[in-house]
Structures are given as structure tokens and as C-alpha cells.
């Protein structure tokens, strides 16, 4: 049995530990989070509720640590966890910086143990489809490709870390990071970014970017907002192949080719558990979490998970901040 703590134990810290209960060989022991409701969620799951991050990982002794909380946060909590020899799980981005992101790989492969990052979108269905017709080649190759996503400006974070540059990353690292994570595992780091930015004037940041990013011959635009305006969040991409273009619309992929029916794909998800959060039912946290325990269970002392695109995206995001 994997004995699991968490720290952080507000939105995505309990969509995970939701998760966890429905997964076989694991169980949250311990819950760390110095909130006042959060004792009273730590029993609701059956686990031993701390306040303090080392008395957690001290008593509870748990097999992995998984970080929720806030980005400013990750690198201190990471950081204890590993030198405690755990295996840890990180929601992204797990930094802001390059140099930081590089020195929780090097502690990982140090003590022996996995580092993972919650870049959740590698376990999308749409994003299983694009994969499976990117790298098939059934339709030919990329030549162009456009992403959206595009959300009203956040309301829910409290305390405004969100909104400060130095503790969330702004919506780069918020927003934008689903995407370019997706694009560097189909295609690798990209050759050359360009990007725009747009907002109102008295912000400390800005509200929509328009990025443009070189794979090879291949051009990929992507788009990303907070918008001052209640918009219903959109998630879609349009990818056009030598032979076809694949449209995900949010919630279907088709593909269109000449002398064909449109090629509609079955998105629909086996698992769905509920997220408590402004996210319909989904399958894709137990898969990203079952894919992670089932490689600290096989593969224990493996290099870390994804550590070079993890790395690339950070050192990309980081570059596009310092230039705003």
C-alpha cells in the first residue's frame, strides 16, 4: 500500500485526493495545511490532518508527497520532500524558474526517487487523439496548427497570489503552460518564440497573449486570456496535416479530409470522478496519477519523468516574463 501526504488541501489538492480514493493500492494518510477547514477534510478522508509540512513528514512517514500548493510554494515543499527520500508528485508548473526546476531534478535523481508535474492535459482524450495522429502519420505532417485557451479572469484565488508575477508565473505559467507543454512532447523544444500581450491600463499584468512558436517548417500560433469579461472557458485547437485538418472544438475532435465522411473520435471517458471544482466530472487526474504510482511501484529508481521537456517549458515561459 502507497501511503500518500499531501500538502495543500484546497481545489486541486482535493480533486487528488478524490482521485487517490477511488484508486486501488493507495491511501491518503496524512493531509498538510494550515487553513482552518482543512481538518475537518483531512477526516472526511480518513487521514491525519498537520499544520506544520516537517511534522508530517516526520510522523506520517508517508511513500510520496503531493504538492498543492501554491507555486511560490513548490520549490520549499518539494525541496523537503525529497530530502526526505519521497517520491513527490507536483502540480504545475513546479517552478518559475529554470535554475530551480533543474536543481528538484538533480535532488531527485539524487535520492534515487521520481519527481512528477501534474501537466494533467497528456491525459486528455483530445489530447490522446492529436498525439495518436501527429506521431502516425496517417494524414501526413503538421504544416500549421492554432490553440486557444482562453478563460474570464480568475475569482476564485484567495490572498491574490494569482495575480503577482513572482508567486504565480501570471498567466503564462497559469494558462498558456497546458499548451506548450503539449506542443514541446509532440514536437520537441521549438526553434524561435514571438509573442504579444494586451491589457488595461493599472494591471499588473496582462490580460490575453498571442504566441508564436517555430518547429522546424512547421508554425504553431496559440492564444491564452483572463479576459475582464464572463466568457465561458474555451480549450480548442486546430491542427491542419498534409492530408487533413483535426478540429477539437472542446469537446469533439473530427477530422476532415477530401472524398471522406468527417472522422469523428470518440472523446468519451470511462472514469469520471467528480473534481469539486470548476471542472465538469473527468477521468484525466486518475489516469495522471494512476500513470505516476504505477511507475513509483515499477520503476521506482527510473530518471525522472519527463525532466528535459519539463525543463524546456519553464526555461520558455520564464524567457516570455522577463521580456513583459
Known amino acids: 500500500m502507497i501511503k500518500i501526504g499531501i500538502i495543500g488541501i484546497g481545489g ?19 493531509i498538510c495545511d494550515p487553513s482552518p477547514a482543512a481538518k475537518e477534510t483531512a477526516a ?23 504538492i498543492c500548493t501554491p507555486t511560490f510554494l513548490h520549490k520549499t515543499h518539494v525541496t523537503a520532500a525529497l530530502r526526505h527520500g519521497l517520491h513527490v508528485i507536483c ?22 526517487v521520481q519527481l512528477f508535474v501534474g501537466q494533467v492535459l497528456q491525459f486528455a482524450p483530445a ?19 492554432s490553440f486557444l485557451r482562453l478563460s474570464a479572469c480568475p475569482r476564485w484565488v484567495k490572498g491574490g497570489w494569482l ?5 504565480s508565473g ?21 526553434d524561435s518564440t514571438r509573442f504579444t500581450s494586451a491589457g488595461r ?14 518547429f522546424g517548417e512547421t508554425t504553431v500560433s496559440a ?30 475532435v473530427t477530422v476532415y479530409s477530401f472524398g471522406k465522411e468527417p472522422r469523428v473520435f470518440d472523446l468519451e471517458e470511462k472514469i469520471k470522478i467528480e473534481t469539486g471544482i470548476n471542472l465538469p466530472p473527468t477521468g484525466m487526474f486518475y489516469e495522471e496519477l494512476q500513470s505516476f504510482l504505477k511507475v513509483i511501484e515499477e520503476t521506482p529508481q527510473a530518471p525522472p519523468a519527463r525532466e528535459e521537456e519539463i525543463l524546456a517549458v519553464i526555461r520558455i515561459l520564464e524567457g516570455i516574463n522577463q521580456s513583459v
Open 44 to 66: 472526511q478522508f480518513g487521514a491525519a490532518w498537520y499544520s506544520d509540512v516537517e511534522e508530517m513528514l516526520n510522523t506520517a512517514k508517508p511513500d510520496v508527497a503531493d
Open 201 to 214: 491600463d493599472g494591471l499588473s499584468y496582462r490580460e490575453h497573449y498571442r504566441f508564436s512558436y517555430e
Open 127 to 145: 489530447t490522446k487523439v492529436l498525439r495518436e495522429l501527429v506521431q502516425s502519420g496517417e494524414y501526413g505532417r503538421v504544416l500549421d496548427a
Open 91 to 112: 502540480e504545475k508548473p513546479l517552478a518559475l524558474h529554470y535554475e530551480d526546476a533543474k536543481e528538484m531534478f538533480s535532488l531527485a535523481r539524487e535520492k534515487q
Open 223 to 252: 492564444e491564452a486570456a483572463w479576459y475582464n469579461g464572463d466568457i465561458p472557458f474555451t480549450a480548442t485547437w486546430r491542427v491542419y496535416l498534409e492530408e487533413a485538418v483535426a478540429i477539437f472544438d472542446g469537446v469533439t
Open 12 to 30: 486541486m489538492g482535493t480533486v487528488h485526493a478524490r482521485n487517490y480514493a477511488q484508486l486501488a493500492g493507495c491511501k491518503v494518510t496524512a
Open 163 to 167: 495575480f503577482d508575477k513572482e508567486k
Open 170 to 190: 501570471l498567466l503564462p505559467f497559469d494558462l498558456h503552460i497546458h499548451d506548450l507543454d503539449l506542443l514541446v512532447s509532440l514536437f520537441g523544444a521549438p
